[in-house]
């Protein structure tokens, strides 16, 4: 596997479920983050983790739940989401170096929520 | 916040023509980067530029870092059927926040 990966690529629930999204990075990068792409509206930044911790919670309501093991998987728990979080969710990583963030996106996650 | 104005919103062009897109910010960055993304994929990043005045090539694609540190360009040259797809441009201050432009949707009539 090369770049960055995502699983799975559709998903569909209904409001009382619990699911995850998995991202995981073969680039080498020390950052990670999860977007929101919502039709007819730019990205949205949700979350970054540099090495790890949390550095940005852009905020996002607690229905959504990042988890970050290591500088090469990021998680994004969904429990009891409503129907206007359907949207294309995209991870990305990054290396953090010199003021520059290249971002280089997975092919992302369609939630389509009942 | 920072704001990006990228435009134009769409364009509908004919196969061998060149394009032209830009982004304004109303505040600076250090970094701008130039996305394509094809329906139902992740952006993929096709140029970064780090310097004022910086001009860059990838192939077919030219983009330039404007000087007042406020605007970016991306130019195509003798557009082919696969250049279609939407151009998103991004700024960075200094910080891994990137501002998205709301997109540029390019089509190429064969």
């Known amino acids: 596997e090369t770049g960055v990966t995502q699983t799975p690529r559709h998903l569909v629930m209904g409001m009382t479920n619990k699911k995850s999204l998995k991202c995981e990075q073969h680039?080498?990068?020390?950052?990670m983050y999860w977007y929101k792409q919502s039709a007819k509206k730019p990205l949205e930044l949700m979350f970054v983790?540099?090495?790890?911790?949390?550095?940005e919670n852009n905020s996002v309501p607690s229905r959504f739940s990042p988890e970050c093991p290591n500088s090469s998987h990021l998680f994004l728990h969904l429990h009891t989401l409503q129907p206007e979080d359907s949207a294309l969710y995209l991870c990305a990583s990054s290396q953090v170096s010199g003021g520059h963030y290249e971002q280089y996106f997975g092919p992302g996650t369609r939630l389509t929520v009942t | 916040g920072q704001q990006l104005n990228q435009s134009p919103q769409s364009m509908f062009i004919q196969e061998g023509e060149d394009v032209s897109m830009n982004c304004t910010s109303s505040s600076i960055f250090n970094t701008w980067l130039w996305y394509k993304q094809d329906p139902g994929e992740g952006p993929v990043l096709l140029i970064a530029l780090y310097k004022a005045g910086e001009l860059t090539s990838n192939g077919r694609l030219t983009a330039q870092f404007g000087i007042t540190r406020k605007d970016s360009f991306l130019n195509i040259s003798a557009s082919i059927p696969s250049d279609v797809g939407i151009y998103f441009c991004a700024g960075q201050l200094y910080t891994p926040k990137s501002t998205f432009g709301d997109g540029t949707t390019l089509t190429v009539k064969p």
């Open positions: 983790y540099n090495f790890k911790e949390q550095t």
């Open positions: 680039l080498g990068h020390n950052a």
